[in-house]
């Protein structure tokens, strides 16, 4: 528990996908009191943070995760915490009967249940997080895959055809036309600046 800053520094920025899987959504709410240790409050104001929700809404989403995992069998339970501020949140009445039989289930509090869900998410930050040196060696690929496809692209064939089609005034390719454009935005992405980025990092570690 002591450690979980430097645990969350190791995964990275958390990753919104990551709680979009785990089933994080947003739910009408009520109140309720949960008594978290200071490092899990913490964690859950990240959380909401990144998920554009209040932490109170965010426990809706929490109760939804909870429940997803322990049917999986993947939801560890943590022990009754022994330090923590009671606190009032707003939830839904379904959140909260989540937790409630969660805790009846497994003898331990309500509160047991929520920091639980949060090591859970943590947990799943860290399959996901990469070192540094991974990053750059994944940006490398999509960098040469981009390249490759901006010389194609670029080449005289490919513009002499592209335009043959245009000047044909054939409205059918008009479409496929207006689609070219993507591609182009693609190519102006900047992967490079990326990779320099997280070269430094490694120089300044």
């Known amino acids: 528990m002591k450690k979980l800053a430097a645990e969350m520094?190791?995964?990275?920025?958390?990753?919104?996908?990551?709680?979009?899987?785990?089933?994080?959504?947003?739910?009408l709410v009520r109140k309720t009191i949960f008594k978290l240790s200071p490092q899990w409050e913490n964690f859950l104001r990240q959380l909401a943070k990144i998920s554009d929700m209040?932490?109170?809404?965010?426990?809706?989403?929490?109760?939804?995760i909870a429940t997803k995992a322990y049917s999986n069998g993947t939801l560890q339970i943590l022990p009754?915490?022994?330090?923590?501020?009671?606190?009032s949140y707003a939830i839904s009445e379904d959140a909260k009967?989540?937790?409630?039989?969660?805790?009846?289930?497994?003898?331990?509090?309500?509160?047991?249940?929520?920091?639980?869900?949060?090591?859970?998410?943590?947990?799943e930050f860290e399959k996901n997080a990469?070192?540094?040196?991974?990053?750059?060696?994944?940006?490398?690929?999509?960098?040469?895959?981009?390249k490759k496809m901006s010389e194609i692209y670029c080449s005289d064939e490919v513009?002499?055809?592209?335009?043959?089609?245009?000047?044909?005034?054939?409205?059918?390719?008009?479409?496929c036309e207006e689609k070219f454009s993507y591609?182009?935005?693609?190519?102006?992405?900047d992967i490079q600046k990326y990779i320099e980025k997280k070269k430094h990092e490694i120089i300044n570690s």
């Open 9 to 27: 520094t190791s995964t990275g920025t958390i990753n919104k996908k990551v709680l979009g899987t785990l089933g994080a959504k947003k739910q």
């Open 54 to 64: 209040t932490i109170r809404d965010f426990l809706d989403s929490l109760a939804t």
């Open 80 to 87: 009754n915490n022994v330090d923590g501020k009671r606190m």
């Open 97 to 123: 009967n989540v937790f409630t039989q969660l805790a009846k289930e497994n003898n331990v509090s309500r509160d047991s249940i929520v920091e639980s869900t949060l090591a859970y998410i943590l947990k």
């Open 130 to 146: 990469l070192s540094t040196q991974e990053k750059i060696k994944y940006a490398i690929i999509l960098d040469n895959a981009f």
């Open 159 to 175: 513009s002499e055809a592209r335009n043959k089609l245009i000047s044909s005034g054939d409205p059918e390719f008009f479409e």
């Open 183 to 189: 591609i182009e935005q693609l190519i102006e992405i």
